[in-house]
């Protein structure tokens, strides 16, 4: 998000909260966690950071996870008094505000809030919707306690305070602003009243996560762009020393402090001279006056007609600019060399100060995954420590009373769980720090229990099995208990029914990936929809190369959906890439998987493909 650094989230609980009875409004039971915990969740992706405006229970909040800023006023002077407690205290440049009782607001509030601030260059931003009256005519509503403001305003708000003033809305005649117009009015629902919240528990028909379309059965574009918006990298950033860093995303960039190389330089071992002295038609002989070795610089100055024995690496003296291999020497003596004409050509083998990096410029960019190559590079530089993301923590398990792991004795009708070691394999390969929770048995209470668990100890929540329409298919309905499902049915196969959401328990939050049961559809699922999202939580962007092949066989396919089918990419005889099939392609054939080196993707559109017809293919080399 643009600029999410330059901006610090404050959650508004500062009031009495009287009409919701004895418990703190923000501290209400909702879906599994607190109101609080829900705009938590929803306002920690798009800021820097996030502080809670609280004056009593400040134990209770300090618990999600987030510092306390209890008001400067004495009194409970309302959501002014916060504001002006929070732009006292913000580090950053911007304050965002939301109130605790709003658990659906955007999760786009800030990034469009932020635009409109610095294209109108305005001293606050405010959310505004449509809404409709009794008599059913429109007029813009405005949100004051959704607003984006920048710090420096402090003087003009503590100067409305000092006039006895209270109203949100009431100083905004002293400075600039900019209004913000969102479609969804809905999600700036504030919860008043227990009766309210009764009637907001049920999830909405379509949650505010929701990004258009039927989540009965998205199609796998839609679903892809979903996650990719939705999903924010992790912010932590740790140094480690560079031997560390392998497999680890750069958080910043690496900038060069030298140049490399570091002098004009020799490409072979040989004679440096002046091009320039080369007769044209006739042999050139130069006298040889040093020797120049690598790491060893020579001070003289080279004369006319003179030149240097010279080694791989050696700094070219000053003034000469070619080197000729000794390999091509037309006569070699004790104190001489003869260059042949025509054999070497001015400015050959010369390798020049910066040609690789030059200082101040970036060596690698930040959000690369640093390889071997990456290690040497660095070092290359003198540089012995890098920033990078956090290692993400990703929990995952099976669900289903068939499961059994390995070592256990195989009941009739069960069979032993393979989803774990897959996905234990791919999650490693991403360099993800693993929290391996088992198989969980066809029971709602353990379901939710390990979910919890889950989300309170981990950014994201991987599980297989428990996601489909089946009276014992538990993980969507608690999904929606616990906090939001983006969707849950996919336009697609194998893997139809996969979800995606976000949970939360206790303050903590983690997004969650449903992925179905039968082995190749938790792969296909992984590979096409997880593998990015965990990659951009670590600030990776890792998209999959496309490649083109040519079908050796028909392959038969229904438009409607889009189709993933395992197959072995070869080159033919006429030197292009072809792919076939590996057979059966069941969702729970996983032999079929282990031998494929690739897969088929058949864009929804497509029906079958015949004999020679272009496909799409995506290499497995590397990832599962």
Known sequence: MTHQNSIT??????????????????????????????VLLRLAPQVAGVAINANRNQATYEAMGAPVWPDDMQGYEGPLAGLQTGLRRCATELLLTAPCDSPFLPADLAQRLLAALREQDADLAVAVTMEADESGDAYQRVHPV????????LPQLSAYLDSGARRMDGWYKSIRVAQVLFDDAAAF???????????????????????GGDPDAMDVEQAQRVIHDYIEPVRTVEKVALRAALDRVLAADIVSPISVPAHDNSAMDGYAFRGAELLAGAPTTFRITAVVLAGRPCALRIGPGECVRIMTGGVMPEGLDTVLPQELAAA???????????????????????EDLMAGAPALRKG????????????????????VRRRLRVAFFSTGDELRSI???????CIYDSNRYTLYGMLRRLGCDVVDMGTVP????ALEEALRSACESADAVLTTGGVSSGDVDYIRRIMAELGEVAFWKMNMRPGRPMAFGRIGSNGRGAYLFGLPGNPVAAMVGFYFFARPALL???????????????????????PGRTEYQRGILSVNGDGEREVRITGSQGSGILRSMSEANCMVVLPAAQGDAAVGDLVDVVLFDGLV
């Open 442 to 445: 066809d029971d709602p209470r």
């Open 368 to 387: 690369k995954t640093v390889r071997p190559a990456d290690l040497g590079l660095i070092a290359s530089l003198g540089i012995a420590e890098v920033a």
């Open 407 to 413: 070592g256990e004795p195989l009941d009739a009708g």
């Open 189 to 211: 629902r504030n919860i008043n009243t227990l009766a309210d919240l009764k009637d907001m528990e049920k999830p909405a028909a379509r949650p505010a996560l929701q990004a």
């Open 146 to 153: 959704f607003s984006l403001v920048k710090t420096g305003v």
């Open 332 to 354: 070699i003596t004790a104190d001489s060399v003869t260059v042949a004409p025509g054999s070497i050509a001015t400015g050959a083998n010369r390798r020049f100060k910066g």
């Open 536 to 558: 951009r939580m670590m600030g990776a962007e890792s998209a999959l190369p496309v490649l083109r092949a040519r079908s050796a066989q028909a392959i038969r396919k229904k």
């Open 9 to 38: 989230g404050m959650i508004l609980a500062g009031g009495r909260g009287t009409r919701m009875g004895r418990v703190d409004k923000g501290l209400q039971p909702f879906r599994g966690a607190t109101l609080a915990a829900h």
